[in-house]
């Protein structure tokens, strides 16, 4: 195992009607007026909006509304909110919906406590030294950014996706209810399980030293998603199914499973991430198209690692069939496997293998990733 | 999954020489003046009383020594401590041991800031309120206690050994580093095994809601046991079998698997923990002796969880199959699986008995561990 410091601040409360509690965790931190931001205008059709409002009254708490944010969120909304937050002067943000929410989020948080534009937090141009606190009602399992500090935000204008994380962007307490989770549509219930496994796996294929103890915790996760994810399709009222799915998750990306490991890289989320940026594919979608593609290229660097994964995971003896039994399984669950059901085309590819060759460097795997190799990857993948 | 909060502020730091930074740890909390905890003279004799010196003494922090903590500790070495803290005014107490150590030194940090009889907190007379920080250096991985906010302290004169826990009692930081680990003799080394696994099964077979996630986690810690007992017992100087024991055994009592389980109980622990206050063998020791007793009486409420027991960890079909793996397993890697092994003869069953009797309501199971089934348990140990 690799040195290593684990330090997780945040407060998971999990379970049925814990977000009716959130007025009373923002008043044990003091806070007097939240910016509350969200996506779309269903958690007012659903209730979830009055609830929340409530409970923030019944602390006095006054809040200012900040909707309007979209999967694959962009720099520009940021920008906006932390208009809005300094304007109203609120001490604190609120973010109910999913990890789009809570990552415009972080990145809104941070920006309210730099004085220059918030994109150069992304870049490396300054240091996150202080953000607002950061509350979030999670309504989608899937990017772990509930229990993480990471947040990762698209420059429309660059085209570049690119991610923050400071030990002050964690969320101080974030609500986990399972059961607000039960009108999550189907595809992205099948894109989360694509993410959640994406996480997983990065750290577990590519470390050039990955302890056995947290291989084991990494298939524990992947063989739950796969168990409750068909659960789920089957029955999406199933909440035993989906507060398994969603622990799951918040364990895929809470520094759990890579503490003691060494030498691991992100390329899958590093493809991906060009695939949304230049055509906005839901995340989830973009990675288990991007998954077997890579898998099939990368699997001879670390043999034995997708032995086991086919072993453990498929109960299959080699590497290929375990590769190949991850995509039919995508196929089966209904997430796309192939660049064309993304509408992408091989006239698209040169345009997007220059947007990866961009990411790779910040990735710090330019070296692995070359153009003959990215390009050899998502040909896999047309 | 049912309902729960999950809160953890420790940090760990893990690795090979960690130790080495305790007293940045310490000046980042603003420390100046610490207790150093600790328990045999040993840490002086093999330099890392020296070491945890200096890097004090780099940082400007004062120490006040306090040694001679025993294994299963004493309420009056607590006390006795609590008056050396006050006496040099000391504003933080640093543990340097095993869970011994740590556990007494959670229990000096709250008594410190009570004002009357720190075993108060233990009875539930008082609650605790404060703490002063604590911090530890680990030389022992078992009990769990460095990334939790248990202690477990007996009282010698009522013979019993209870518990306290807060939000005030986690340590702020704990240093893990596994290379301080090997001199664990080869009996403290199984003994361990046995307390990890024994807080890992606890709630796996007694929990009426056992989420398979959950289940699968502990699997995960007692298989990375197993397989690096077996490889420490060949070889103590095996650093990366050291570590995934280590770690397994902070994971398997910081609150991670017993999370969205409901309506367990510790079982085991409560009649070990009249073994050792009565006869003060080592807990792992004790543990190793009641946990096949125990499962032998107990099974038949759980069979379906036994089954999968005895599947996942020993790959075999039945319930019986799988304790006696376990049991073998023990007297394989030569800890106690017999009360005879510990010296407790069956004319001291009446009053261990009544002991652990007095035990069960504290732990909340009077109900079910009646007299009756407590000797049909015991027997069982004979």
Redesign the interface.
Known sequence: ?????????T????????EQQIGQHLAAHSVKKVLLTYGSERIKRDGLFATVAQSLAAQGISFVEFGGIVSNPVISTVREAILVARTHQVDAVLAVGGGSVLDSSKAIAAGVRYEGDVWDLFIGKAAITAALPIFSILTLAATGSEMNNGAVVTNELTKEKFAIGSPHTFPKVSIVN?ALMQTVSRDYLVYSAADIIAHSIEGYFTAKLQ???QS??V???I??VI?TTETLLADPADY?AR??FA??ST?ALNG?IY??TAGFSYPNHMIEHSLSALFNVPHGAGLSVVMPAWMKWYHSHNPQQFQRFAREIFGLESAEQGITALENWFDKIGTPTRLSQLGITETELPATIDNVLGNAKWFGIADIYTRDVVTRILKNAL
């Open positions: 195992m690799d040195n290593f410091t684990l330090f997780n601040p407060t998971i409360d999990f379970g049925t009607g814990k399972p302890p056995r103890f084991r915790l298939e524990a996760i063989k739950t168990e035993e507060a398994q622990w799951a364990q759990l503490s003691g």
